[in-house]
């Protein structure tokens, strides 16, 4: 499952989607963000302030979005564990908190390009049964939106609870760049090997 960023749609992860997936040898799923704030588009969450969703929108949101993807993907016949999460920006953010939130199946992998670990009250991670996960982190070290420490705390605080991370920072912006790309494509093949 790939989830676009703040104010974008499937269409913005397409692409990605198309080169972490070239041969189309997976179930690719895209869902859109439940909320249209105007003049922006769809987001998955309301921001309240750095890394810190608003929770009376985050919530509900990651509720509805497990719902969603335990039914897609019991109508496809995948096992939950045999899920990538996947996304860019806010997309990110919603792959890390259904990978690691509590009574959630541990996914095959997590690549988050330019994203973090939310602090939300209310929503705490489960890090239970997730040892060896395999988690792509991407992110440039000169991005205006998402800074890059938050990246860098998120590799701290999931290899301190034993996850599998790879990290890839380059000299770039709020943007996936051809390495963070490569190293991605690695931990989908690790992940579903």
Not at 63 to 87: I, K, Y
Not at 131 to 150: E, F, N, T
Not at 160 to 165: D, K, N, S
């Amino acid at each position: 499952m790939l989830l676009h960023s703040r104010a974008g749609d499937e269409q913005e992860v397409l692409p990605l989607l198309q080169e972490l997936d070239p041969d189309e040898r997976h179930l690719g799923l895209l869902p859109l963000g439940p909320l249209e704030l105007t003049p922006e588009g769809r987001h998955w969450y309301v921001i309240e302030r750095e890394a810190s969703p608003e929770p009376t929108s985050f919530l509900p949101t990651l509720e509805a979005l497990s719902a969603w993807l335990d039914q897609t993907l019991a109508a496809h016949g995948v096992d939950p564990s045999r899920a990538v999460l996947a996304g860019f920006s806010q997309g990110a953010v919603m792959a890390y908190s259904l990978g690691l939130a509590p009574g959630r199946p541990s996914p095959a992998g997590i690549l988050s390009f330019s994203g973090y670990i939310p602090r939300v009250e209310g929503f705490d991670l489960d890090f239970e049964g997730r040892a060896r996960l395999p988690v792509s982190i991407a992110h440039g070290s000169l991005d205006p939106s998402v800074r890059v420490d938050l990246a860098r705390e998120a590799r701290a605080r999931l290899e301190t609870a034993g996850l599998a991370v790879r990290y890839h920072e380059d000299q770039s912006g709020h943007a996936i760049t051809p390495g963070g790309l490569a190293q991605a494509r690695a931990v989908l093949a690790e992940g579903l090997a």
